[in-house]
């Protein structure tokens, strides 16, 4: 079957030259195909030969976009030919694109997080500063929002929990390097930094409430300081310790209730990135506590 005249009507449609080009690019692979596996013409094709294109495409590592992509050329080719009287039916048309794929979350190593707490300087208000930070937001799960927010009055070193606002109030409990990172920041430096009306618990050099631009110049230079390839941020030590809590047995209701997840399928999609040591659980605990 000469594929010229489908590409001339799709000509006629004011189609870009890209839309039109992709459009015959997977009519040709899919003809290719056909010829080479069934020894057959596209007049020919049954919706079991499509379904079999798509399974190789998928084994050949193919995206879910792609066969999508490749499902919509078939169908509207194919639709061509019945408009055209060239085939009885449409064998695509009961074919359904594949659901998108979630990508998963990106991750620092236990390993990586380590190396990352022994940066800070300790010395120094902002180390001091910056370690507590980055344990609360790797221990806790919180986002940068609710980092930037926390008061003076929400923390409960001795009873080592910290109250999270929001649409619905929260009880974490710190980890005892966030606890210990708080406490000496809170003794040693921030004090000094204090400003009578600023009740807000991470403050900058200037004694003012960080902001979530310096959260973020924060960790681009402990990223820089680490020679790190991956990307650093809030979210990303937000995922870490989802991933790190499943991965040591949490489960997924705690982790919803712990992170003020609006459901338990948002916990969910941190499971593909787990990777269980056992088959048994060998821990219940964060790997920090």
């Known amino acids: 079957m000469d594929i010229t005249i489908y590409k001339n009507y799709l000509g006629q449609r004011n189609l870009s030259d ?3 080009n992709s459009y015959i690019y997977d009519v040709e692979n899919f003809e290719e195909y056909l010829r080479e596996d069934y020894d057959l013409e596209l007049d020919e094709t049954k919706k079991a030969h499509i379904l079999t294109y798509l399974v190789a495409l998928q084994k050949n590592g193919k995206s ?4 999508s992509r490749t499902i919509s050329a078939l169908k509207n080719f194919f639709d061509f030919l019945k408009n055209e009287k060239l085939i009885k039916d449409n064998p695509a048309v009961s074919i359904h694109s594949p659901k998108q794929i979630k990508k998963k979350p990106s991750i620092l190593t236990e390993e990586e997080v380590a190396q990352l707490m022994l940066l800070p300087d300790k010395n120094t208000f902002k180390g001091t500063r910056d370690l ?10 919180i986002n940068v929002s609710e980092l930037i927010s926390i008061k003076l009055a929400q923390i409960n070193l001795s009873a080592g929990i910290i109250s999270i606002e929001g649409d619905k109030e929260r009880i974490i409990p710190l980890s005892k390097y966030a606890k210990s990172a708080i406490d000496s920041y809170l003794n040693n430096f921030r004090d000094n930094k204090s400003i009578d009306d600023n009740e807000f618990l991470f403050i900058n050099i200037s004694g003012e409430p960080i902001s979530r631009q310096g959260i973020w110049k924060v960790l681009k230079s402990y990223k820089k300081k680490m020679n790190l390839e991956k990307e650093l941020s809030p979210q990303i030590l937000r995922n ?11 489960d ?14 948002a916990a969910q999609n941190y499971i593909n990135n ?15 506590v």
């Open 274 to 288: 787990v990777e269980f040591k056992s088959l048994e659980v060998f821990k219940k605990t964060f790997p920090r």
């Open 132 to 141: 507590a930070m980055l344990e609360l937001m790797y221990s806790s799960g």
């Open 64 to 67: 879910s976009s792609t066969i």
């Open 252 to 265: 997924l209701g705690t982790l919803q209730e712990l992170m003020g997840l609006s459901s338990l399928g």
């Open 240 to 250: 870490s310790f989802a991933v790190h809590m499943l991965s040591h047995g949490a």
């Open 18 to 20: 890209n839309t039109i």
